[in-house]
């Protein structure tokens, strides 16, 4: 297999994700919360015919997420999970002798679809790991025809950081590339720049039920863009890449939009107050935050992680980022999770013994997303 193998892909390593069981997940930023109430039962009781492929339209679902977001539902594509749509996407525009730029620290599918599409790619680390390196990115851009695609990620996996409007404008008006804005985290920053899909043909807004409706399980996402760039990935994507069940349950969710804005409410309650306490250990390094999730640099990440695991709390290690060393980042948990989170982040601050670990997390798996 070795020699029939591309070798592009032979040096690709599969993503592993590392459960600890029985450990309480803030490894990958999902909603901690059980679905609003009424909700599981309204998708379970639907009349469904498995026996049938799945509507390869999409028809139903396009028409709630585009009323969800005020946009036409010829402007909405659906997949499985965002990650197949970043696939789908370097497959239509990426591809051989083609180019994406890409902002490090960022989320790491983006990089692991480059490879797979044979999509070369430029990167521009953010500046101090937290701000647009803007001059560099329009230089390399107009330099470099081969760039065909530009992600940004906004707010930014793993930093939390939200980049202005106008700097991701400026980009959009001055590139002919396509521009995805990956707003994964929407629903938390409470910003997008969805109205600019009207003026910027070259503008796709990317967005995910995994994160704040909480359905990271059943893999649904989806992109908005004009009519012209959803028939190009139209063009690319499985005809059946979304099941049934997962098709109603994004359906379901959007009618308990009010519900899930409580949910939202709370968990960036929680991560102002989890930012004010980690803020209070100096040696910890946090930085501010957009999302609902964390990234914090102690001195000894690794000890930090493995004493968080060994007393029940998984979290991500990152390894080393650009701009900022090795860092960790928590996802907020249940108000009663980040309690218990905090208390164990004092012992651990106050304790200067090493701890041995119990149990193993993902450590340092060069993957910045999850
Ligand atoms: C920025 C970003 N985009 C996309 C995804 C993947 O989302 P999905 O579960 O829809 O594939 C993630 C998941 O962590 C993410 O952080």
Redesign the pocket.
């Known amino acids: 297999m070795n020699t029939l193998i591309r070798q592009d892909i032979a040096s690709l390593r599969p993503y592993e994700a590392h459960i600890v069981e029985g450990n309480i997940k803030l490894d990958?930023?999902e909603n901690p919360f059980p679905w609003p109430d009424g909700m599981r039962e309204e998708l379970f009781n639907f009349q469904y015919a498995f026996n049938r492929y799945p509507d390869s339209q999409t028809r139903m679902l396009r028409e709630a997420i585009a009323a969800y977001n005020g946009v036409k539902a010829e402007e909405v594509l659906v997949g499985n999970?965002?990650?197949?749509l970043i696939q789908v996407i370097l497959h239509t525009f990426g591809g051989e002798g083609r180019a994406l730029m890409i902002h490090p620290p960022t989320?790491g599918?983006y990089a692991a679809a480059a490879s797979i599409t044979s999509t070369s790619l430029v990167e521009v680390p953010l500046l101090e790991g937290i701000s647009l390196d803007l001059e560099t990115m329009l230089k390399k851009c107009s330099e470099n025809k081969r760039v065909k695609v530009i992600i940004i990620?906004n707010p930014n996996?793993p930093t939390g950081t939200l980049f202005p409007r106008e700097e991701i404008l400026k980009i959009v008006k001055n590139t002919e590339a396509l521009v995805v804005i990956?707003e994964?985290?929407a629903e938390f920053s409470g910003e997008t720049l969805l109205d600019q899909i009207i003026d910027y043909p070259n503008i796709l807004i990317?967005r995910?039920?995994?994160?704040a409706f909480g359905m990271?399980a059943l893999?649904?996402?989806y992109v908005i863009g004009n009519k012209e760039l959803i028939t190009c990935l139209n063009k690319v994507r499985q005809p059946f890449n979304v099941n049934s069940f997962s098709q109603r349950a994004g359906i379901v969710a959007l009618k308990y939009v009010s519900a899930y804005q409580t949910q939202i409410a709370a968990i960036k309650k929680e991560i102002l107050m989890l930012y004010n306490e980690l803020h209070k250990f100096e040696e910890l390094k946090v930085l501010p935050t957009r999302a609902n999730f964390i990234l914090f640099r102690p001195q000894d990440p690794e000890y930090w992680a493995e004493g968080l695991s060994s007393r029940g709390f998984t979290i991500r290690s990152l390894g080393e980022l650009p701009g900022l060393g090795k860092s960790l980042r928590v996802s907020a948990g249940t108000p009663e999770e980040n309690r218990a989170f905090l208390k164990i982040i004092k012992d651990i601050a106050k304790s200067n013994i090493e701890t041995s670990p119990l149990k193993k997390i993902s450590r340092f798996n060069g993957m910045y997303?999850?």
């Open positions: 990958a930023n999970g965002s990650d197949e989320f599918m990620c996996n990956d994964a985290y990317m995910t039920f995994s994160k990271a893999r649904l996402g997303g999850g």
